[in-house]
């Protein structure tokens, strides 16, 4: 954010004529959350409520008299439009405030790709002890290798720890280590899936619906959508053990008696590039397209997105990006 003089002076006026803006009879979001429509577009309806709040854009061009306050508008500098995002839907927030910067298509129902991974590791820091060691069997390394799905390089025999699979699991994206963390811990994937969808239903993911433990089209994808995927991303990072695997770059597990060195890199190519992010997922399949679950704290606000369904394997993380860095300006830090 920028922390000039000039456009602090501005961001208070801002913060002050949105103050005393809400202090009309305006519905109540649900949740506490607000709802702004982006710059330069439609006004936003609230949730729920059928009530609609304008936009901050629409501030009156000359200052406007409060009782004993007079309350200037931010000057057209200060509002940047929307950046583009291709892709099939897109979704931000603000998991601070339940502030939602950007919906579009948010709601539509879509394969997810290996973003389902967040919930199988979800669901296995629930089921398991991180000091568990799970035995890789042929079954798992064929699962991979048959759907020609990204790997972690495992072996049959091997024995990892829980923890090691969970790294296996997000950042190389492996379907080697899902498969076997979901087989032992269902146990088997029938009774793993019934897990995830039934927490996914604890977490009001009402349009989510899990076929199999790593979002690989056989035998079904399953389908979810970009909002429900946000609120997962949330809960997801509100779990310590999950927030710092998913936002480590690399990860390596020396040779053992029991197992093979692993080197496993992160897949998502904004983590020490992009300020405050922390992971979180990435993903592909050919009916998917690329897809990818962000989050970053910026200035005390966390924000959450999630890309679907993008053609451009490098433009869904150039998208974050720019998304990040437009929310960051939407409101002023904590202090």
Not at 61 to 71: D, Y
Not at 187 to 196: L, Q, S, W
Not at 250 to 274: D, E, F, I, M, Y
Request: hydrophobic share 45%.
């Amino acid at each position: 954010m920028h922390h000039g003089g000039t456009r602090l002076i501005a961001r208070a006026a801002l913060v002050t004529a949105v103050t005393l803006a809400t202090a009309s009879p305006v519905p109540a979001l649900a949740s506490g959350a607000s709802a702004l429509a982006p710059t330069g577009g439609p006004p936003a309806r609230v949730p729920g409520t059928g009530a609609v709040v304008s936009a901050l854009v629409t501030a009156p061009s000359a200052p406007r008299a409060s009782g004993s306050l007079t309350l200037v508008p931010a000057p057209a500098a200060e509002r940047r439009a929307v950046p583009s995002v291709p892709g099939r839907a897109a979704y931000l927030y603000d998991a601070s405030t339940g502030t939602v910067h950007l919906s579009r298509q948010a709601g539509k129902r879509m394969p997810v790709a290996s973003l389902t991974k967040v919930m199988t590791a979800y669901v296995v820091l629930r089921e398991a002890k991180l000091s568990d060691t799970v035995t890789i069997q042929a079954a798992d390394v064929r699962h991979a290798a048959a759907n020609g799905a990204t790997h972690a390089s495992l072996r049959a025999g091997e024995r990892l720890t829980v923890r090691d699979l969970l790294y296996a699991v997000m950042l190389p994206s492996g379907a080697d280590a899902s498969h076997a963390l979901a087989r032992v811990y269902g146990p088997g994937d029938t009774k793993f899936v019934a897990k995830m969808n039934a927490t996914a239903r604890s977490m009001g993911l009402v349009d989510t619906r899990y076929a199999n433990a790593d979002g690989l089209p056989k035998p079904a994808p399953g389908h979810s959508t970009a909002l429900d995927q946000a609120k997962l991303a949330d809960l997801a990072l509100r779990d310590p053990l999950l927030r710092i695997i998913a936002s480590t770059r690399r990860h390596v597990v020396a040779k053992s008696k029991v197992h093979r060195a692993h080197s496993w890199t992160n897949s998502n190519k904004l983590l020490g590039k992009t300020p405050g992010v922390m992971g979180l997922k990435t993903g592909y399949t050919s009916a998917a397209g690329f897809c990818l679950a962000f989050a970053a704290d910026r200035d005390g606000h966390r924000l959450v997105g999630v890309i679907l369904g993008e053609s451009n394997a490098d433009r869904r993380f150039q998208s974050a990006t720019r998304l990040l860095d437009w929310a960051s300006e939407q409101a002023p830090p904590e202090v």
